[in-house]
């Protein structure tokens, strides 16, 4: 009997190793992936660094490509919902009247002002002031937009018993005020997304909880485009006449695979304008232009742009996906995450952009902004 049971400890434990080591050793490594059950990218390998910025993402990398994840995340919300008839904790909450909100600690204390970083944004806005002084003094043009998040807009919908203390500014209002007081052009759409709101849904009332949708994009990005017209009359502002739009009927949500029976109705953009739309290919200065490891700069060249401009754009998941918006009115456009901020002044000098479009979501204040330790270190001597 003891042997036996000598055996089936040993077993147990083989078995509990196991499944801590194996997920761990299986990690899957290849360059690209695209989760469509999380609507994003996977963090990709950022290179062998040693400081805080590249150690956060050591950790995003890990989780987002250990073994048997997806499996892993669908059962637990399962379990959440059929046993207790609830999202999982960590990824959803519902609101009021059918709405859903991401569930995050960040993502709450930020809609309730109690995680408001001055420090941070202001170490941002040095950052962004010495972007927009330099291209400024080549000729350029900068913008720096941040995307709200759903909460920001549809806040009457969030959870009951969520307070707010509204003595405190938000962080929209913060980087509102910093941005007028510095003169960095700025699209902080806020308030004018609570107006539009009224008429028509711009933030998914369950699919996607955590971004805009497309028509929310096209609001805010048009709003950049009136900027950036102001300063280039020839650089034509989108219009819904420049998209096909459509809906498609949503099932589920991202990471949940138990509430099929959540239906959302989700607004389609697809961009159909005349002019022929810009094909990805090997920019002049492809092989100089510097990335964080892991990551790419996507280059588009359209000879037959509605303008011969040059647009380089470091954005947040809002803009994922969304290049064509920008390829038919723009001859040269170059594309890539905001995680490379640090090469601004090589941006501008090797391609000379004519427009810089700097786009973070507001829970960035919340969530990796914090890990980009240089912001007010990068200079441009």
């Given at each position: 009997m003891n042997r036996k049971k000598k055996a089936a400890d040993i077993l147990f434990g083989?078995?509990?190793?196991?499944?801590?080591?194996?997920?761990?050793?299986?990690?899957?490594?290849?360059?690209?992936?695209?989760?469509?059950?999380?609507?994003?990218?996977?963090?990709?390998?950022?290179?062998?660094?040693?400081?805080?910025?590249?150690?956060?993402?050591?950790?995003?990398?890990?989780?987002?490509?250990?073994?048997?994840?997806?499996?892993?995340i669908i059962l637990n919300a399962d379990i959440s919902y059929y046993l207790f008839g609830e999202f999982s904790e960590e990824l959803h909450m519902p609101g009021k009247e059918g709405y859903i909100f991401p569930a995050d600690e960040g993502y709450i204390q930020n809609y309730q002002r109690l995680n408001i970083d001055e420090e941070l944004m202001d170490s941002l806005m040095v950052y962004l002031s010495r972007s927009n002084a330099y291209i400024r003094e080549r000729g350029g043009l900068f913008v720096c937009t941040i995307a709200p998040n759903k909460?920001?807009?549809?806040?009457?919908?969030?959870?009951?018993?969520?307070?707010?203390?509204?003595?405190?500014?938000?962080?929209?209002?913060?980087?509102?005020?910093?941005?007028?007081?510095?003169?960095?052009?700025?699209?902080?759409?806020?308030?004018?997304?609570?107006?539009?709101?009224?008429?028509?849904?711009?933030?998914?009332?369950?699919?996607?909880?955590?971004?805009?949708?497309?028509?929310?994009?096209?609001?805010?990005?048009?709003?950049?485009?009136?900027?950036?017209?102001?300063?280039?009359?020839?650089?034509?502002?989108?219009?819904?006449?420049?998209?096909?739009?459509?809906?498609?009927?949503?099932?589920g949500l991202e990471f949940f695979a138990a509430s099929k029976e959540i239906c959302d109705r989700v607004p389609q953009f697809t961009c159909t304008a005349p002019s022929s739309h810009g094909v990805e290919t090997d920019s002049p200065y492809r092989a100089d232009v510097p990335v964080i490891l892991g990551n790419n700069m996507a280059y588009f060249y359209n000879e037959n742009a509605l303008s011969d401009k040059c647009v380089l754009i470091l954005h947040d998941s809002f803009l994922d996906n969304r290049e064509s918006w920008y390829t038919y009115r723009y001859r040269e456009v170059y594309y890539a995450s905001r995680v490379n901020y640090t090469y601004m002044k090589e941006y501008i000098d090797l391609i000379k952009p004519d427009v810089v479009i700097f786009e973070l979501a507001e829970r960035s204040f919340a969530d990796d902004l914090g890990a980009y330790t240089e912001l007010s270190t990068v200079t441009f001597q």
């Open positions: 083989v078995c509990f190793v196991a499944m801590i080591f194996i997920p761990f050793l299986m990690l899957d490594t290849r360059e690209s992936i695209d989760s469509s059950l999380e609507n994003r990218a996977l963090t990709k390998w950022p290179g062998l660094y040693f400081d805080k910025l590249h150690t956060e993402w050591y950790g995003h990398y890990v989780e987002d490509r250990v073994a048997f994840r997806n499996a892993a909460s920001s807009v549809y806040g009457e919908y969030m959870p009951e018993g969520i307070y707010v203390d509204e003595a405190r500014e938000s962080t929209l209002q913060m980087a509102e005020r910093k941005l007028e007081a510095l003169g960095i052009p700025h699209v902080v759409p806020h308030e004018e997304f609570r107006e539009i709101k009224e008429r028509e849904q711009i933030y998914n009332k369950k699919y996607d909880c955590a971004h805009w949708n497309d028509l929310g994009a096209f609001y805010g990005l048009a709003m950049v485009d009136e900027v950036i017209h102001e300063t280039y009359p020839d650089i034509p502002v989108m219009e819904r006449g420049d998209f096909e739009e459509s809906q498609e009927v949503t099932t």
